[in-house]
């Protein structure tokens, strides 16, 4: 081909170049929204995470035309329910994938974790992992962060102080034996003992235990009701084997010891229960009543907590793209814009306070076997027995005072009425 033929067919080539790049996908102008996302697909916890993925898909799957106008690629990375392995799966987002954002993580360890990799160059919105003082004394670490969740102790405060206007006067708190049964707890007992109740035993099985058999002999009689939390498949069997053992005792619990993900396999052993969130697939509303039949109809399953956090993860960065016209504004402002974002979500009204935090109802819930939106059969679900609205992460308490005291732990608060 002569030189002169190629500068003739130069602007043609170069047009047929273009016009392959702007396919029907990815119109002109478009851009690219890349997505990390962290989540345990094998292990354990592999039922979780595909909640998790489902929720965030979901809402990919409504609204196909992108964010804002923005493609969006979605990447998925395997977490195995291990925060080291959560690390390096990050970094690889980050550093390999260009991500403008990771989203996700399981365990609160999880999100210590990966915290410190959010940076200028990708942030971190933790959807799950629901480690308390990421949002707390650590928020100024990580200027890169921000939560769409909860924060695990964020629906004990006002648990604990429902407790109380039970009559309930002396608990035993079991639970598993890391950062989010400690957050969970520890938020049950600081508000449970400040309206006069009183923790008289705390029992922390591992994280994965399977045979409670050694802990349930060591509860003790007098206390007037259980607490408990448990995760994955530890919610499961509990209950299951405290009722083989005969307990009477009224039984509560964190949320995750009772959410949809577990909630179907579970027996009459768990009606009456009582636990609180800031989700129930039995919220009764027109909004979470399409949710529950549209997702149960392309997944086979009402949703949990982590279907509908996510999804609702995925509205508020639609919100935020879609301001700026689906362009990436950049990380600071992308941060700014969403800690501004209120939405009327599934689970009702969210907004960000001034730690990065989501202010929302908690809702009190007791398991029931019922029938619900048109379903034809008695299943169980999570009643909302009692809404508090627009709950934040401290609740009853005020937050200088809070943040003067320890993040919550094994040994915080004490447990000064043990022996």
């Given at each position: 081909?002569?030189?002169?033929?190629?500068?003739?067919?130069?602007?043609?080539?170069?047009?047929?170049?273009?016009?392959?790049?702007?396919?029907?996908?990815?119109?002109?102008?478009?851009?690219?929204?890349?997505?990390?996302?962290?989540?345990?697909?094998?292990?354990?916890?592999?039922?979780?995470?595909?909640?998790?993925?489902?929720?965030f898909q979901m809402y990919l799957d409504d609204h196909k035309k992108g964010f804002g106008g923005a493609d969006v690629k979605f990447i998925v990375e395997d977490e195995q329910g291990k925060p080291d392995t959560a690390v390096t799966k990050a970094k690889k987002l980050v550093l390999q994938?260009?991500?403008?954002?990771?989203?996700?993580?399981?365990?609160?360890?999880?999100?210590?974790?990966?915290?410190?990799?959010?940076?200028?160059?990708?942030?971190?919105?933790?959807?799950?992992?629901?480690?308390?003082?990421?949002?707390?004394?650590?928020?100024?670490?990580?200027?890169?962060?921000?939560?769409?969740?909860?924060?695990?102790?964020?629906?004990?405060?006002?648990?604990?102080?429902?407790?109380?206007?039970?009559?309930?006067?002396?608990?035993?708190?079991?639970?598993?034996?890391?950062?989010?049964?400690?957050?969970?707890?520890?938020?049950?007992?600081?508000?449970?003992?400040?309206?006069?109740?009183?923790?008289?035993?705390?029992?922390?099985?591992?994280?994965?235990?399977?045979?409670?058999?050694?802990?349930?002999?060591?509860?003790?009689?007098?206390?007037?009701?259980?607490?408990?939390?448990?995760?994955?498949?530890?919610?499961?069997?509990?209950?299951?084997?405290?009722?083989?053992?005969?307990?009477?005792?009224?039984?509560?619990?964190?949320?995750?010891?009772y959410d949809e993900f577990v909630l179907p396999a579970m027996g009459d052993e768990v009606i009456g229960h009582v636990s609180a969130l800031m989700y129930s697939a039995a919220i009764d509303t027109p909004k979470n009543a399409a949710f529950v039949k549209a997702y149960r109809a392309k997944?086979?399953?009402?949703?949990?907590?982590?279907?509908?956090?996510?999804?609702?993860?995925?509205?508020?960065?639609?919100?935020?793209?879609?301001?700026?016209?689906?362009?990436?504004?950049?990380?600071?402002?992308?941060?700014?814009?969403?800690?501004?974002?209120?939405?009327?979500?599934?689970?009702?009204?969210?907004?960000?306070?001034?730690?990065?935090?989501?202010?929302?109802?908690?809702?009190?819930?007791?398991?029931?076997?019922?029938?619900?939106?048109?379903?034809?059969?008695?299943?169980?679900?999570?009643?909302?027995?009692?809404?508090?609205?627009?709950?934040?992460?401290?609740?009853?308490?005020?937050?200088?005072?809070?943040?003067?005291?320890?993040?919550?732990?094994?040994?915080?608060?004490?447990?000064?009425?043990?022996?």
């Open positions: 081909m002569t030189n002169s033929l190629l500068r003739r067919l130069s602007p043609l080539l170069l047009g047929g170049c273009l016009a392959l790049a702007m396919s029907p996908s990815q119109p002109a102008g478009a851009e690219e929204l890349r997505i990390g996302y962290l989540a345990p697909t094998t292990g354990i916890f592999a039922a979780v995470g595909k909640d998790m993925v489902d929720g994938d260009k991500v403008h954002m990771f989203v996700g993580g399981l365990l609160a360890s999880t999100g210590y974790a990966l915290a410190p990799v959010s940076s200028k160059d990708a942030i971190y919105i933790s959807s799950v992992a629901a480690a308390d003082d990421l949002t707390q004394r650590d928020l100024a670490k990580f200027p890169y962060f921000i939560r769409t969740g909860w924060s695990s102790s964020q629906p004990s405060h006002p648990f604990g102080q429902w407790a109380c206007e039970q009559g309930y006067k002396k608990i035993v708190a079991i639970g598993a034996d890391y950062a989010f049964g400690y957050e969970v707890i520890g938020g049950f007992q600081r508000a449970f003992e400040a309206c006069g109740g009183q923790i008289v035993q705390k029992i922390w099985p591992p994280l994965g235990t399977k045979d409670f058999g050694p802990y349930i002999p060591t509860i003790k009689a007098d206390a007037d009701a259980i607490f408990t939390l448990m995760v994955g498949p530890m919610s499961l069997q509990f209950p299951k084997q405290l009722a083989a053992a005969g307990n009477k005792k009224p039984v509560i619990g964190g949320g995750t010891s997944y086979g399953k009402v949703p949990s907590y982590y279907s509908e956090v996510n999804y609702t993860t995925a509205q508020m960065i639609d919100e935020v793209m879609t301001k700026n016209k689906g362009k990436y504004p950049g990380s600071d402002e992308f941060i700014k814009q969403l800690n501004a974002v209120k939405i009327d979500s599934i689970r009702g009204p969210v907004s960000i306070d001034d730690m990065r935090n989501p202010v929302q109802n908690i809702y009190i819930k007791k398991v029931e076997k019922k029938k619900m939106f048109g379903y034809d059969k008695d299943e169980l679900w999570n009643t909302v027995i009692k809404t508090y609205a627009n709950v934040n992460q401290f609740g009853q308490f005020k937050k200088d005072e809070f943040l003067k005291t320890p993040v919550y732990s094994r040994d915080f608060p004490p447990c000064k009425f043990c022996n």
